[in-house]
């Protein structure tokens, strides 16, 4: 009771600066109006940072799950700026309690985790430093603000509004309306290659600064996010403490005590054949260019002198949505791909790509197909279909397209829509998607559709992941009363749980089984729902053994195994050099990026598959 009792305090504490008192040169003139043209509104929020020179401001963020299987999130954010030092101080809160503190006095930047009184230091970069910033326009090029870049959070981006101006399309004024007392524009912006708006903002019409912000889905009809300033205030005198660690700041111990150990032991692989390929895409940084799919030599991983040069993979359409990695089948000769070679998006096939002829067959085709399983022994595809009007269904197919049949026919009627979660032994593993945090996880017989539950008793509806030898369940142990994940295993049949290991808050996601199915990589963000990822990846034994920490980062989006065990492979998505793709020596825990000759830095890499 103590310690919520202090941490409540600092929350409350932080609220309170002097009185205003403003600077001899007022923030310059910018009057937005409802006969604004999409060009003037355009120019005033690139404009924007310079209107003011420092600003405090409250408000909250909800965010959505378009699913219907997450939780809505809602945090309470306070945040203070001071361009010209420049110092920050962002407090991010859930449910009446500090989450996460981050403040720089100029030099330092401080992250503090205020469920445990972790505290992670670092400098403030050189690029910050960049006063009141305007970005330039420049075509196929983006420039968010340096010092928000390092801030990150939702309602302080709010704060340089030019982020959201700098690709093409209309903003178009509808209203006047007034938010945390200050009048605003409310304004609509439509990407040029869309019809309906993608966000709506008001707009602080001396300022341009956003004050409430909704994000909309493609269809621009599902609210997928909103942020919402309660108090704003430009241009007082911040008192310094601000930007201080506060003193009676209690320090807590780590919820999990880890280490970061060598995790395996390791030889390398004797041959090009057991390194395996990484498969991976090439996202361009400049307009005009296409996406496309590479692959590399797994020997670029354990010998780089005899590294061949990156290759570019032939395929026979155009990569224009949405994209998953690619799905082996176990004995490395096929992947499985679910996309559509329509311009609209509309039907999607599922794709047999032969990686030794370098062929894609077409198994099967629906109005939308989801990313596809391959059963363990590599006789069966399992994937769910979506006909875009509310309706789902599961399928199954042979490699060589044969015996495609529904096999979702037997789950129970009240527990649609659902969603599979993989394979365990010929089933696969099914849970509904329906709001609530327990229910039954189901196993459903590929061969003949039969469904039965996996459990006898109802369990938390977390994502279970089978060994590749099937000999256990890993799975996210969620306690919504006190919000702690617990990363468990246990048998087949529900038996003999084990903890691997505890968190306080954040979530745990993605998680994966080493191929020899002796270790769980998985990743543990403290703080992404609040906008301000930090990304930890660890590696444990199956037993609970050696959880070592192996990689730190902002925003991780799968791991890989290597084929043999002595490598992971980890795909970071907003890393000091864009998305890219890094490697984990799990003998030494040495990191190093993925390099190959003709692979270019220039471009961003996502959604990596490693071909046995």
Same mark, same amino acid.
């Given at each position: 009771?103590?310690?919520?009792?202090?941490?409540?305090?600092?929350?409350? +504490?932080?609220?309170?600066?002097?009185?205003?008192?403003? =600077?001899?040169?007022?923030?310059?003139? /910018?009057?937005?109006?409802?006969?604004?043209?999409?060009?003037?509104? %355009?120019?005033?929020?690139?404009?924007?940072?310079?209107?003011?020179?420092?600003?405090?401001?409250?408000?909250?963020? @909800?965010?959505?799950?378009?699913?219907?299987? %997450?939780?809505?999130?809602?945090?309470?954010?306070?945040?203070?700026?001071?361009?010209?030092?420049?110092?920050?101080?962002?407090?991010?809160?859930?449910?009446?309690?500090? /989450?996460?503190?981050?403040?720089?006095?100029? *030099?330092?930047?401080?992250?503090?985790?205020?469920?445990?009184?972790?505290?992670?230091?670092?400098?403030?970069?050189?690029?910050?430093?960049?006063?009141?910033?305007?970005?330039?326009?420049?075509?196929?090029?983006?420039?968010?603000?340096?010092? &928000?870049?390092?801030?990150?959070?939702?309602?302080?981006?709010?704060?340089?509004?030019?982020?959201?101006?700098?690709?093409? #399309?209309?903003?178009?004024?509808?209203?006047?309306?007034?938010?945390?007392?200050?009048?605003?524009? /409310?304004?609509?912006?439509?990407?040029?290659?869309?019809?309906?708006?993608?966000?709506?903002?008001?707009?602080? @019409?001396?300022?341009?600064?956003?004050?409430?912000?909704?994000?909309?889905?493609?269809?621009?009809?599902?609210?997928?996010?909103?942020?919402?300033?309660?108090? !704003?205030?430009?241009?007082?005198?911040?008192?310094?403490?601000?930007?201080?660690?506060?003193?009676?700041?209690?320090?807590?111990?780590?919820?999990?005590?880890?280490?970061?150990?060598?995790?395996?032991?390791?030889?390398?692989?004797?041959?090009?054949?057991?390194?395996?390929?990484?498969?991976?895409?090439?996202?361009?940084? *400049?307009?005009?260019?296409?996406? *496309?799919?590479?692959?590399?030599?797994?020997?670029? !991983?354990?010998?780089?002198?005899?590294?061949?040069?990156?290759?570019?993979?032939?395929?026979?359409?155009?990569?224009?949505?949405?994209?998953?990695?690619?799905?082996?089948?176990?004995?490395?000769?096929?992947?499985?791909?679910?996309?559509?070679?329509?311009?609209?998006?509309?039907?999607?096939?599922?794709?047999?790509?032969?990686? +030794?002829?370098?062929? &894609?067959?077409?198994?099967?085709?629906?109005?939308?197909?989801?990313?596809?399983? &391959?059963?363990?022994?590599?006789?069966?595809?399992? =994937?769910?279909?979506?006909?875009?009007? #509310?309706?789902?269904?599961?399928?199954?197919?042979?490699?060589?397209?044969?015996?495609?049949?529904? /096999?979702?026919?037997?789950?129970?009627?009240?527990?649609?829509?659902?969603?599979?979660?993989?394979?365990?032994?010929?089933?696969?593993?099914?849970?509904?998607?329906?709001?609530?945090?327990?229910?039954?996880?189901?196993?459903?017989?590929?061969?003949?559709?039969?469904?039965?539950?996996?459990?006898?008793?109802?369990?938390?509806?977390? *994502?279970?992941?089978?060994?590749?030898?099937?000999?256990?369940?890993?799975?996210?142990?969620?306690?919504?009363?006190?919000?702690?994940?617990?990363?468990?295993?246990?048998?087949?049949?529900?038996?003999?749980?084990? @903890?691997?290991?505890?968190?306080? #808050?954040?979530?745990?996601?993605?998680?994966?089984?080493?191929?020899?199915?002796?270790?769980?990589?998985?990743?543990?963000?403290?703080?992404?729902?609040?906008?301000?990822?930090?990304?930890?990846? $660890?590696?444990?034994?199956?037993?609970?053994?050696?959880?070592?920490?192996?990689?730190?980062? !902002?925003?991780?989006?799968?791991?890989?195994?290597?084929?043999?065990?002595?490598?992971?492979?980890?795909?970071? @998505? +907003?890393?000091?050099?864009?998305?890219?793709?890094?490697?984990?020596?799990?003998? +030494?825990?040495?990191?190093?990026?993925?390099?190959?000759?003709?692979?270019?830095?220039? $471009?961003?890499?996502?959604?990596?598959?490693?071909?046995?």
């Amino acid at each position: 009771m103590e310690k919520i009792l202090i941490l409540t305090l600092i929350f409350l +504490t932080a609220c309170t600066t002097s009185p205003a008192s403003y =600077f001899d040169t007022q923030p310059a003139a /910018v009057i937005l109006t409802e006969s604004s043209t999409s060009e003037e509104i %355009q120019r005033a929020m690139l404009d924007s940072a310079v209107t003011w020179k420092n600003v405090r401001a409250e408000g909250t963020v @909800t965010w959505y799950d378009a699913t219907g299987t %997450q939780p809505t999130y809602v945090y309470h954010e306070q945040v203070w700026i001071d361009q010209l030092t420049p110092r920050f101080r962002s407090l991010l809160a859930s449910d009446g309690s500090p /989450v996460t503190l981050k403040f720089s006095d100029g *030099q330092k930047i401080n992250i503090v985790n205020m469920s445990t009184g972790y505290v992670e230091t670092t400098d403030l970069p050189e690029f910050a430093r960049a006063g009141q910033f305007i970005p330039p326009l420049e075509e196929g090029a983006a420039y968010p603000n340096p010092l &928000w870049g390092q801030i990150g959070t939702p309602l302080s981006e709010m704060m340089f509004s030019a982020n959201f101006v700098q690709s093409k #399309g209309t903003f178009k004024a509808l209203a006047l309306e007034t938010i945390a007392g200050r009048e605003t524009l /409310v304004v609509e912006w439509t990407y040029i290659e869309k019809t309906l708006p993608t966000f709506k903002v008001w707009l602080d @019409t001396h300022t341009a600064v956003i004050l409430k912000m909704q994000h909309f889905g493609d269809d621009s009809t599902l609210l997928q996010g909103e942020r919402v300033v309660e108090l !704003v205030a430009y241009d007082e005198i911040f008192d310094p403490s601000l930007f201080a660690l506060p003193a009676d700041l209690p320090q807590f111990v780590a919820p999990t005590q880890v280490g970061s150990l060598p995790v395996v032991t390791g030889a390398g692989p004797t041959s090009a054949q057991e390194a395996g390929e990484l498969y991976f895409f090439l996202q361009p940084r *400049q307009a005009g260019k296409s996406i *496309q799919l590479a692959k590399v030599s797994g020997v670029c !991983v354990y010998d780089p002198a005899a590294c061949p040069p990156m290759q570019i993979v032939n395929v026979p359409f155009a990569f224009n949505f949405t994209i998953n990695a690619l799905s082996w089948s176990p004995d490395g000769r096929h992947a499985a791909f679910s996309y559509s070679d329509n311009s609209n998006g509309t039907p999607t096939k599922l794709w047999l790509f032969d990686a +030794t002829a370098g062929t &894609w067959t077409s198994l099967a085709e629906f109005a939308y197909i989801d990313p596809p399983f &391959w059963s363990p022994d590599g006789t069966w595809i399992a =994937f769910r279909t979506q006909d875009g009007l #509310g309706g789902e269904d599961v399928f199954v197919v042979r490699r060589d397209g044969t015996e495609l049949k529904s /096999v979702s026919a037997n789950l129970p009627v009240e527990g649609r829509p659902y969603i599979m979660d993989g394979w365990y032994t010929e089933n696969i593993i099914m849970r509904s998607a329906l709001p609530g945090a327990s229910g039954s996880i189901y196993l459903v017989r590929a061969s003949d559709g039969v469904a039965r539950p996996m459990f006898d008793t109802l369990l938390t509806k977390a *994502q279970f992941i089978a060994a590749p030898d099937a000999s256990l369940l890993a799975y996210d142990d969620y306690a919504t009363d006190s919000q702690n994940h617990a990363l468990k295993v246990m048998e087949p049949d529900g038996a003999n749980a084990v @903890t691997l290991a505890n968190f306080a #808050g954040g979530s745990i996601y993605p998680m994966t089984w080493s191929p020899n199915s002796r270790l769980i990589a998985f990743n543990y963000y403290s703080s992404f729902s609040s906008g301000d990822p930090k990304a930890e990846v $660890y590696v444990v034994g199956r037993d609970g053994s050696n959880l070592s920490l192996v990689y730190s980062g !902002v925003t991780v989006g799968r791991l890989v195994f290597s084929p043999n065990g002595e490598y992971l492979l980890v795909e970071e @998505t +907003t890393s000091p050099t864009g998305g890219h793709l890094f490697l984990i020596n799990l003998a +030494t825990l040495e990191k190093k990026i993925l390099a190959a000759p003709g692979l270019s830095m220039d $471009y961003d890499w996502y959604a990596p598959s490693w071909r046995p």
